[in-house]
């Protein structure tokens, strides 16, 4: 199998019952205003980038107006204004911009995945759904391993969902488990015995780039350790 194939397959997954349900409500009767008249998507989001990435970046899961519109991680969201801005200045990016599909966006190198792949009610999966999810991370992380070098983790979540994959794919983890904080680092072994990094930054949410808790200049900086 190769990463269109997973794409493939992960755009119709139907595992998880209340995802389901909500990604086809709001993609039907509960649009927001603004995108009224556009299709969306409606589907788990698939991964964006690179097929033989050296860069993983793991998100916690799509927004429901962003990529459960759009069908493209990150994208027509703030969040994802903010990770493509970052990706285009660290050279990962063809744009600054992602907007979707057609627009000329590219990654080389990188990867965006995400650990949840269906939008959820109020942005929070829950523990069962995350464990669902895991296994298309799984495959993600085990389809990259050849040419990858780092993961970098937006967020707690997407932190621990790594770290759990890695266990899962037999990866050696340090013991205690690493803790998750904006530049945290730790380094796992893959069961080729290839040093992979993690790298830690909080998420590009709106909660942390308005508050200011990220700033560019943050995330610049953990991009930049890549
Ligand atoms: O059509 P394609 O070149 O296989 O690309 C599919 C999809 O993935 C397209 O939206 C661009 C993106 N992509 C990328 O971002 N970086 C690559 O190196 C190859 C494809
Ligand atoms: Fe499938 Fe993941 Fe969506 Fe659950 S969250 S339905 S496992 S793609």
Known sequence: PDVEELDARVSVCRACPRLVRWREEVATGGKRASFADQPYWGRPGPGFGDPHPQVLVVGLAPAANGTNRTGRMFTGDRSGDWIY???HRAGF???PHSVASGDGQRLSGARIVAAV???PPANRPTPLERDTCGAWLDRDVALAEPTLRSVLALGAIAWT?????ARRLGWAVPRPA???GHG????LVSSNGKAIRLLGSYHV???NTFTGK???AMLDAVLSRL
């Not at 969902?161 to 994959?165: E, G, V």
């Not at 945290?184 to 380094?187: C, F």
């Open 85 to 87: 801005a970052a990706l």
């Open 178 to 180: 690493p803790r998750f």
């Open 161 to 165: 969902a790594t770290l759990q994959c």
């Open 117 to 119: 792949r269906c939008a």
């Open 205 to 207: 949410s709106q909660q």
């Open 214 to 216: 990220l700033t560019e």
């Open 184 to 187: 945290a680092e730790t380094t």
């Open 93 to 95: 990016a063809a744009e």
